[in-house]
Every structure is written in structure tokens, then in C-alpha cells.
């Protein structure tokens, strides 16, 4: 009797399994990439101020900062593009990214600005330079300006509006665009003043978590408006922008009184308030 065995081969083959990204967990990825750029940014600035990267001196090439920070390049490419919306430093195409000097603009004088006084000289001033920004944006500078909409979207979705870099980054590049070195400085000074001015700063923070859609829309209809190449659209979108902003500004502020009234009003009820003779009467 014979008992014939069959020997089947085995096969072995390696299985990649990919995983799924669900909406929820790509939105949590992107949010701690957004938040290690950032965290790179602030030890970058803080050498900046420490003198250990120098004024006037060239930042070291990209792949040494990333094996430095431990991070990809693009993460340095990040850093360095909100580094240069604060005006810290400056990129020079073909040469590399040098440290500016901090220039110096009278602290003292910011306390004399209300946050109306400075969004109506930004309405104006950007008007113009949004106009003159239609005429001479090429078409490198609308994919970079497009990428700055998509990070303010990016912002709203995670709902880290209050930072406000996609949106400073935005307008420094539509000032960039004007090649108008002066309107460029004046830009940069006025989101000093923004940013730096404590009551500007609280003013503008107070509006800012205030219907994220429509801060979009706003800046989009910019946008379309500068990639069509029409100057007056761009400067009448940009007014718009402003005087929505000088709006949620009032609107804030007087919520604001009226809470402190009614604060107010209740402490002076509380403290003369007589029903306890009242109540000893009855």
C-alpha cells in the first residue's frame, strides 16, 4: 500500500497594510505639524534675540537647522516664512536668509493709537497697496498667496485663529507684490503695532474667534480679485475686509460697556439694596 503525499509550496509574501487616515486623525497630524513649525519658529526667534544667530548675519543652510531642531526641511521652510512675516528675517533667493536689524519704531507712541485709528490708516493704506499689488503680482506669488488662504482655513478648521500668522503672512506677501519698498516697510510696521500693542492686541483677539467662514471669504474675494488683475476689485475687497473688521471692533466694544454697566449696576443694587429692612418691617 502506497500513500502518496501532496507537498504544496508555501508561498511567503510580504502584505503592506495601509492604514486608514480617517478626516479626524489627518486634522490631528496636521494640526502637530502646525504646531512643531511654531515651536520651531519661537527657539529660532529666540536665538534671533539672544545674538546667537546675528543681525545681518546668514542663517545656517535649511538641512543643517533641520538636523539641529530634529524636524523635516519643510518644517524649517514653515518656520522661516513666519519668521520673515515678523520681519526678522529676510530671504534672498539665490543667496540665502539673513537675520534684519530689529528696527526700532516708538513703542511710547502706540499707547496715543486706538485699534479703530490703526484699522482705518490699514484700510486706506492696504486699499492702495492691494491695487498697486494687481498690476505687478506674478503668478509664483498667487500660488504662494493661495497656500497662505488654504493655512488660514487650515487655522479656522483647528480653531487656532487668535495666532494670526496665515493671515499676517497673507498681507506681507500682497505687500511684497507692490514693489514698493516703502509700502512694504509701512505694511510691516502696522502688523507691528497689531501684534505688539497690548490694547491693539486684546482689541483685535476679542474679534478674532468671530465667524472664521466669513474672515475667509473676505480674504478670497482679495484674492480673486488680485488674480484677475483688477485694481479696483482688489482695493474695494480690501476696504470691505476693513470695515467689516472696524464693525465686529464697535460691535465688540460696545458689548463690552454694556456688560461693564450692568456689572456695575448690580454691585449698586447689592450694596444699597434695603430689603433686609423690608423684610424686618414686614
Known amino acids: 500500500m502506497y500513500v502518496q503525499l501532496f507537498i504544496f509550496p508555501i508561498i511567503s509574501a510580504k502584505l503592506t497594510i495601509k492604514p486608514i487616515l480617517t478626516p479626524q486623525v489627518r486634522d490631528a497630524m496636521a494640526s502637530g505639524q502646525r504646531r512643531i513649525y511654531k515651536d520651531v519658529m519661537k527657539q529660532m526667534q529666540n536665538m534671533i534675540r539672544s ?22 526641511r519643510p518644517t524649517i521652510r514653515e518656520a522661516i516664512i513666519a519668521l520673515e512675516a515678523l520681519d526678522l528675517v529676510s530671504v534672498k533667493p539665490g543667496s540665502g536668509v539673513y537675520v534684519m536689524e ?32 494687481a498690476k505687478f503680482i506674478t503668478d509664483e ?30 498681507h506681507h506677501l500682497i505687500a511684497k507684490a507692490t514693489r514698493n519698498a516703502m509700502m512694504e516697510s509701512i505694511i510691516v510696521q502696522m502688523w507691528k ?21 466669513q474672515r475667509i471669504a473676505e480674504h478670497q474675494e482679495i484674492f480673486d480679485a488680485l488674480k484677475a488683475r483688477d485694481a479696483d476689485a482688489a482695493r474695494t475687497a480690501m476696504h470691505h475686509h476693513f470695515a467689516r473688521i472696524l464693525n465686529r471692533l464697535i460691535n465688540t466694544m460696545e458689548l463690552e460697556q454694556v456688560n461693564e454697566v450692568k456689572r456695575k449696576s448690580s454691585e449698586v443694587r447689592k450694596r444699597f439694596s434695603l430689603g433686609h429692612l423690608v423684610a424686618q418691617d414686614d
Open 51 to 72: 545674538g546667537a544667530f546675528p543681525v545681518g548675519g546668514r542663517l545656517p543652510p535649511e538641512r543643517e537647522l533641520a538636523e539641529r531642531f530634529n524636524v523635516s
Open 102 to 133: 530689529k528696527q526700532n519704531f516708538g513703542n511710547s507712541s502706540w499707547e496715543n493709537i486706538s485699534a479703530y485709528e490703526l484699522t482705518e490708516s490699514r484700510a486706506m493704506i492696504e486699499g492702495e497697496t492691494a491695487a498697486l499689488a
Open 141 to 170: 506669488e498667487l500660488v504662494a498667496l493661495e497656500a497662505a488662504l488654504q493655512m488660514m482655513a487650515d487655522e479656522n478648521t483647528q480653531g487656532d485663529i487668535s495666532s494670526g500668522d496665515a493671515d499676517r503672512h497673507f
Open 193 to 213: 503695532i497689531r501684534d505688539e500693542a497690548t490694547h491693539i492686541a486684546q482689541a483685535y483677539n476679542s474679534i478674532c474667534e468671530q465667524n472664521g467662514q
